[in-house]
């Protein structure tokens, strides 16, 4: 089941992505703020429904435990959030989801791993195919950025590239913790995980909306349909993720963290995206090593 629960987190945060993509208005302010508070909003909501329908018992002090793992998350998540106002997600996406295979590395220095020879290729494969799309994007959209009067700052332009890099050293880290949490050491339930994350989540989120507050800035719903969404495939992915990561983390982590690629096949299919040749290449790429990592666990 592990790798089930790897491809269906896949799918819902590809979907997320989508949705990022369509409710990324540069012209609307606060709008990571805005964002990650619908997230954590949705996700409490999960967490609580959560706790009802299944009878889960939960110890506040799960919150605690699960903490570094949470703020590793949530501070990446945020960051993601700030730096589509700097860069387009078809750029940020593929840089941040690298942090799958940095994940996988990690785990197989530190714990010393030895997986079936495929598993390489596929890690390589996903990991030239992520990357290769980051570049073909950067060159594509360098010169229209050239003429993007919020990218010709210089410290803009650091922080259209630093933000994403950022999100992925975090979001590794998180994972990497993630796998020792529900996988090497078993330190938390999978239940127990989840809800920490969202009422973490949660937290941060009633913390925005003061911020908000205190700036007399309004969230209105019907204005961040698109970012609602999202959300919601986020939180839904969270669900399908923490289940992943307690089988074989090592390969769940190159899984789940290629869902830029079918962001990049969404977005062509309902946004009417263009893809170059070199981008159907480097996405059939990511798919030959996605099905042999989905083959060596069946």
């Not at 967490?47 to 590793?72: G, R, T, W």
């Not at 007399?216 to 289940?243: H, M, R």
Request: hydrophobic share 50%.
């Amino acid at each position: 089941m592990t790798m089930v629960y790897s491809l269906l987190t896949f799918i819902m945060w590809g979907i997320a992505d989508l949705f990022y993509k369509k409710g990324n208005t540069k012209e609307e302010k606060y709008n990571d703020i805005k964002t990650g508070i619908l997230v954590g909003v949705v996700m409490g909501v999960h967490a609580i429904l959560y706790m009802a329908i299944n009878q889960v018992s939960f110890d506040i002090m799960e919150v605690v435990k699960y903490l570094p793992v949470s703020l590793c998350y949530i501070l990446s998540m945020v960051i993601g959030y700030k730096g589509l106002k700097y860069i387009e997600l078809s750029i940020a996406s593929p840089v941040q989801n690298t942090s799958g295979v940095i994940t996988s590395i990690l785990l197989l220095i530190f714990f010393k791993e030895v997986l079936p020879w495929p598993a390489y290729v596929a890690f390589v494969l996903i990991f030239c195919a992520i990357f290769y799309i980051c570049m073909l994007e950067r060159k594509e959209n360098k010169e229209e950025r050239k003429f993007d009067v919020s990218l010709k700052n210089k410290n803009v332009k650091i922080l259209a590239i630093t933000l994403p890099i950022l999100y992925c050293i975090f979001d590794g880290l998180g994972t990497f913790l993630d796998s020792i949490y529900l996988d090497k050491f078993e330190i938390i339930s999978e239940d127990s995980a989840l809800i920490a994350y969202e009422f973490s989540f949660l937290i941060f989120a009633l913390i925005a909306m003061i911020f908000l507050n205190h700036k007399k800035e309004k969230l209105i719903i019907s204005n961040n349909k698109e970012k609602l969404e999202a959300a919601i495939f986020e939180t839904a992915g969270q669900f399908f993720y923490v289940f992943a990561m307690s089988g074989n983390s090592t390969i769940s982590a190159s899984i789940v963290g290629s869902y830029c690629i079918l962001s990049l096949i969404l977005s062509r299919i309902f946004l009417k995206e263009k893809l170059s040749i070199k981008k159907y290449i480097a996405i059939a790429m990511a798919i030959v090593g996605l099905i042999i990592l989905l083959v060596l666990d069946v």
